[in-house]
């Protein structure tokens, strides 16, 4: 599967998102630079077929079907759509998307999938509290446990602090599942993955320098609402602040 966005932007002069072009496909993963408050979120919600650009088009194996995008592709971490809420216990994380995936979503089911994944221990923390690379580890397995779920766009993991590499080594594991990664990061975390690693990345931030970041072992030329009520992963709305129209979202 291979998901493609064909010159894309998003608002007046792309203040959204200035013109992006980038894909990401099965079995690997593709870094994306996005800079400023707004723009990895615009990028993570157009990359998942959640929200329309003003320009360009989404493909998902060279056709338009937002549909299929908003199926095959899970949206995680975005901030303000699809992020927790700091201050909830683990375990209430977990079981608010095992209930999305349709298993059992008890409390204790949730203990004993955290204690499968090796995370019992953390149930009682608050998410906001939990290591970056656990954060990013639970919420991507949590986001395949859905039917049909074939790629994860992840967003701004560098903003939760800690090593990249952490979080690059666990973004890269799922792609050897199989999955089609796109990993959105500021500028600070691009800088340290180029020093650790050769990538090939697109900027998305707008008339600076690019950086070469990304991670595509075949080398093609492509690029790489969850508070205290429960939402979906899979069908996030932006919030007001986002400039895309309701019908957009979902």
Same mark, same amino acid.
């Given at each position: ?58 493909? %998902? #194996?060279? @056709?338009?079907?937002? =549909?299929? &995008?908003?199926?095959?592709?899970? *949206?995680? $971490? ?51 509290? %939990? #290591?970056? @690379?656990?954060?990013? =580890?639970? &919420?991507?397995?949590?986001?395949? *446990?859905? $039917? ?103």
């Amino acid at each position: 599967m291979k998901i493609a966005l064909h010159e894309v932007s998003k608002g007046r002069s792309g203040q959204a998102l200035p013109t992006t072009s980038l894909e990401f496909h099965t079995g690997a993963v593709r870094f994306a630079l996005a800079e400023t408050e707004q723009r990895p979120t615009v990028l993570g919600l157009i990359a998942s077929g959640r929200m329309r650009p003003e320009t360009g088009r989404v493909t %998902i #194996d060279g @056709a338009t079907d937002n =549909r299929m &995008l908003r199926r095959t592709v899970a *949206l995680v $971490d975005a901030p303000d759509v699809s992020d927790p809420h700091p201050d909830i216990a683990l375990a209430g994380v977990v079981g608010e998307e095992l209930m999305f995936a349709g298993v059992g979503a008890t409390p204790l089911h949730a203990r004993r999938w955290l204690n499968q994944l090796g995370y019992g221990e953390l149930a009682s923390v608050p998410i906001g509290n %939990i #290591d970056p @690379a656990a954060r990013v =580890r639970i &919420l991507c397995e949590l986001a395949v *446990l859905r $039917d049909g779920t074939q790629a994860i766009v992840l967003v701004a993991p560098d903003r939760h602090g800690g090593s990249p590499d952490g979080w690059w080594r666990i973004a890269m594991e799922f792609a050897d599942r199989g999955y089609a990664m796109l990993v959105i990061v500021g500028g600070s975390a691009a800088v340290a993955l180029e020093r650790m690693h050769e990538f090939d990345a697109v900027n998305a931030s707008g008339p600076i320098e690019p950086l070469t970041l990304g991670t595509d072992p075949e080398g093609d030329d492509g690029e790489a609402d969850r508070d205290e009520t429960p939402h979906d992963t899979h069908d996030a709305e932006p919030t007001a602040s986002d400039t895309a129209d309701e019908e957009d979202a979902r």
